[in-house]
């Protein structure tokens, strides 16, 4: 199972943009990055899902290098709203189960 | 957007008491699933379920829990004698196996549970 390591926190100011970098040096050939959102007393929101280069949605865009030893989460003008907890999760496609860290709670202030 | 829907949202019970949190998964999932996570800690993962069979389970999950899919839409958790370090917030999820292998798993809002 590959580990993950990302900051334990970030801070930024509303209209910013934040990108949260994970680190999963041992990822395997077949395993995918996905990154969820979680506020307080709620589950995990799925956020993004890639494999390799960019993958962008409505939310967020991930960046994956070539080498994929490591991965940024971005997210264009945060609002206040934004203040959560991300993970970053690798893992196989057939993966019934998920292993989650500590992520980084982002703080949005005005 | 189809989501997963849990109930109850929030449970008191007695130490000793037999539990039963429900989920709706999202229609067309195969795959269902169960995390916990206790207050201030990470989320754990607790059991996969596929095609009517238990096809993961962690070392959490004991004889005291068990799973169900009584019929074709909901996905039961079952604590048959609660202890007061099963008080948690319970995360039913699901996820549908892509062709290309893909599997995107997604969570509900919780069930928290408080054993008193």
């Known amino acids: 199972l590959a580990k993950t390591t990302q900051p334990i926190s970030m801070d930024s100011y509303e209209g910013q943009e934040v990108n949260i970098t994970c680190s999963h040096n041992?990822?395997?050939?077949?395993?995918?990055i996905t990154w969820y959102q979680q506020f307080p007393s709620q589950g995990p929101r799925f956020i993004i899902q890639g494999y390799k280069t960019k993958v962008t949605n409505e939310v967020a865009s991930l960046f994956i290098p070539a080498d994929r030893k490591s991965s940024t989460l971005s997210l264009p003008r945060v609002s206040l709203s934004d203040t959560a907890v991300y993970y970053c999760l690798v893992h196989t496609g057939t993966a019934s189960k998920l292993t989650f860290g500590t992520g980084t709670r982002l703080q949005v202030t005005l | 957007e189809p989501e997963v829907t849990q109930t109850p949202s929030h449970q008191v019970t007695q130490m000793g008491q037999e539990v039963i949190l429900r989920c709706v998964p999202i229609s067309n999932h195969l795959y269902f699933y169960w995390y916990r996570q206790i207050l201030g800690q990470k989320v754990e993962f607790l059991v996969s379920?596929?095609?009517?069979?238990?096809?993961?389970k962690s070392e959490i999950f004991d004889d005291q829990f068990s799973v169900e899919r009584p019929d074709g839409s909901n996905f039961t958790l079952k604590i048959r004698s609660t202890k007061l370090e099963d008080s948690a917030m319970y995360f039913c999820?699901?996820?549908?196996?892509?062709?290309?292998?893909?599997?995107?798993?997604?969570f509900g809002e919780g069930s928290w549970l408080t054993v008193v």
């Open positions: 041992n990822i395997a050939t077949n395993d995918y």
């Open positions: 999820a699901s996820s549908e196996f892509s062709r290309r292998g893909r599997n995107t798993i997604y």
């Open positions: 379920f596929y095609n009517n069979e238990i096809s993961e």
